[in-house]
């Protein structure tokens, strides 16, 4: 699992942004030794030769245009690598676990995927069999509401931020960058995808972490960055710390929640 090739990452739809979804596991495959691939599917194709090396495919679906497509994609790796592991992970993919998992998916990870995705792979290179929490076809398991100890989102080799939604503003624009301070809700709207999967938990992100992401991003040319928690305002001392930390480190980037 630590030759390059081993492990893929697919992203499928994230609103337009450079993918999170991507970018937050590299974050914990890297800095645990794991040279993965990361690919987004809405911004560039995704190379056969990385699907047929590859021995573990990750597909990000946090929102359901992300999992019918992420559906679609799984076909044509199954057609190229039958034999690779393949996992949906994020909110859609616990959602969806029964349809998954008997059709496409050998694994679901939903709720707060990055350790147990890092888990799984780990598993696989110890000849382990698959991790008790995680649901696989055999086995049930619920989505794992535990908080992690977070690495900095990895992006380097993503597509650019000039390739995704800019921030239009008094006749410019803007790249901008999409980081989340928290994830899960407080609330439990029964109209919200959220609630089944986070039963009214949430889960903060450090700010040393997102600071540092945001840094990151505006090394990167971001003049705007979107922080896209489902309710920025269920931890307001957490977020309030960090947007005076992005207002300090960088004055000139606007933000919206
Ligand atoms: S994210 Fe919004 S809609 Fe969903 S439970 Fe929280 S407040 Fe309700």
Do not use: W
């Amino acid at each position: 699992m630590k030759q390059p090739g081993d492990i893929l990452l697919i992203s499928c739809y994230e609103l337009g942004h450079q993918p999170l979804g991507l970018a937050s596991p590299l974050g914990f495959l890297k800095a645990a030794g794991y040279p993965a691939a990361g690919i987004d599917a809405a911004a560039e194709k995704i190379p056969s030769s990385f699907v047929s090396s590859a021995k573990f495919i990750g597909i990000a679906v946090p929102m359901h245009t992300a999992m019918c497509i992420g559906v679609e994609i799984s076909k044509h790796i199954r057609a190229i690598n039958p034999d690779a592991h393949l996992c949906f992970y994020g909110l859609y993919a616990s959602l969806n676990a029964d349809y998954l998992l008997a059709s496409v998916a050998d694994s679901v990870i939903g709720g707060e995927y990055e350790q147990p995705l890092l888990s799984l792979v780990q598993s696989f290179e110890a000849g382990d069999s698959v991790p008790q929490r995680l649901r696989t076809r055999p086995h049930a398991a619920t989505p794992f509401l535990k908080r992690l100890s977070f690495a900095v989102p990895y992006r380097n080799g993503l597509p650019r931020l000039t390739q995704y939604a800019h921030l239009d503003a008094e006749g410019t624009t803007v790249p901008a960058g999409y980081v989340e301070a928290s994830r899960g809700c407080l609330h439990t709207c029964l109209h919200c995808p959220i609630t089944p999967v986070y039963k009214g938990r949430f889960f903060v992100v450090p700010a040393d972490v997102v600071l540092a992401d945001i840094c990151q991003m505006v090394d990167m040319g971001a003049q705007h960055i979107t922080f896209g928690d489902p309710d920025f305002l269920n931890g307001p001392g957490h977020t309030l710390e960090i947007a005076r930390g992005l207002h300090s480190a960088f004055p000139k980037v606007t933000f919206d929640i």
